[in-house]
C-alpha cells in the first residue's frame, strides 16, 4: 500500500477538503521504535518506546503542521508565508513552500540555530533574515508583520500547524492499539505538547481508544518559564531548538498538564546530554539535545520513584513514549563537541592494530 502523507492518512480528522491542494512530502508514519535498553534500565515493569520524529522528511516533527498550514496557504492563495524560528520550523516551512511555490521569509536569532537547520532554510530557497535577538523578540516581529501584510504566519500560533501535529497521538495509538499511559516530551514554544494532547482527545472521542495518557512535557532548565511561572528573558541551553523564553502556547500546555494528571519540569544541560548519549550509544537512535531532553526528563522521574509510585491498573506493563523531535544530524557540531575528534593514526597496519588492541 503507498503512502501519502498525514492528510492523506487522516484526512477526517484534519480541516481539508477536496478542494484542498496537498501539498506533501509523505512526512509522518515515524517508526515507534521499542527502547530495550531505557525499559531495562528503568527495571520497573515498565515499556519504553520512542518515537522518532527526526525521521520526517525536513529531519523534524514540524513537517506534520507543516503540509496542513502550507496546504491551507495555497488553498487560500496567500502570496507568501513567514515564521520565527529556533531552527526546524524554518527548514520545514522552507521545504513546503519550495514544494508550493510560496515565498517563504525566516526570522531567526543571529548564531543561536544549529547549523544543519540553517543550511536547510537556506538551499530551499527561504529569504532568512538572522535578527539581533532571540526567538521570542523574532516571533513577535513575524505576529505584528503578518497582523498588518499579506502574509501567512506558519509558527504554531497558526492552528493548521496543531491539526497536523497531532496526528502524531494518532499513529501511537495506531501503532499501541491503545493510548500509551504516559507520553514524555520536550517543550519549547509549547504548540507539540498542545497538539498531542488534542490528537489523544478527539481518538477518544472517536471512540479509537479508551483512556488518555499522562503528559510529562520537560524544558531546559535555563529556559524554563513554564517551571517557572514567568517568562525568561534571556532564555540559554544549548538544546537550541527549545531556547525559548515566553512559549506561545504556554496556557495550552498547562492545560494539557492539568487535564492529564502530567506534569511540566526541567531538565539541566547536563541531563541532556546524559540522554542524548544513552540514546545514541544504547538505542542507537541520534537525535538533536532538544528531542533528549525528553528521554533526560524520564530518567530525572524514575530517579524520583514517578513511575513506581503510580498504581497499576491493569496487568499490562505500563507503556511510555518519548517523542524524539528532532534529528541528530542537525546538529553535529554537538555530537563531535560531546564525545571528541577522531584519532589520528598512521596509516598502516602496525600503528592501527595497536589502536584497536590486537
Ligand atoms: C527538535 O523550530 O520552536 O514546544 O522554531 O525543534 O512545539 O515549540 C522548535 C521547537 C522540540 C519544541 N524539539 O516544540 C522552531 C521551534 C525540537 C524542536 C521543540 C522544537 P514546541
Sequence with gaps: ??????????????PVSDKTPVISLKEGNTPLIPALYLSKLLGEDLEVYLKYEGLNPTGSFKDRGMTVAISKACEEKVEAVICASTGNTSASAAAYAAKAGLKCIVLIPRGA????????????????????????DALKLAREITDKHPIRLVNSLNPH??????????????????????????????????????????????????????????????AAPIVRGHAIEKPQTLATAIRIGNPASWKMAEQARDESG??????????????????????????????????????????QKYFSLKPKTQNLKPKIVCILTGHGLKDPDRAIKTIKEPKAVKANLKAVLKEIGY
Excluded at 500500500?1 to 484534519?14: A, E, S, W
Excluded at 544549529?114 to 538551499?123: E, N, R, T, W, Y
Design 1 to 14: 500500500m503507498h503512502y501519502n502523507g498525514v492528510i492523506d492518512r487522516y484526512k477526517k480528522y484534519l
Design 113 to 136: 540555530i544549529a547549523l544543519g537547520k540553517l543550511s536547510q532554510a537556506l538551499i530551499h530557497g527561504a529569504v532568512v533574515l538572522a535578527l539581533d535577538g532571540n526567538f521570542d
Design 161 to 222: 500547524r496543531i491539526e497536523g501535529q497531532k496526528t502524531g497521538s494518532f499513529e501511537i495509538c495506531d501503532c499501541l492499539g491503545e493510548a500509551p499511559d504516559f507520553q514524555v516530551m520536550p517543550v519549547g514554544n509549547a504548540g507539540n505538547i498542545t497538539a498531542y494532547w488534542k490528537g489523544y482527545k478527539e481518538y477518544k472521542d472517536a471512540g479509537k481508544i479508551s483512556r488518555l495518557p499522562k503528559m510529562l512535557g520537560f524544558q531546559a532548565e535555563g
Design 262 to 303: 502530567g506534569l511540566i519540569d526541567m531538565v539541566s544541560d547536563d541531563e541532556i546530554i546524559e540522554a542524548y548519549k544513552i540514546l545514541a550509544s544504547k538505542e542507537g537512535v541520534f537525535v538533536e539535545p532538544a528531542s533528549a531532553a525528553s528521554v533526560a526528563g524520564l530518567l530525572k522521574l524514575h530517579k
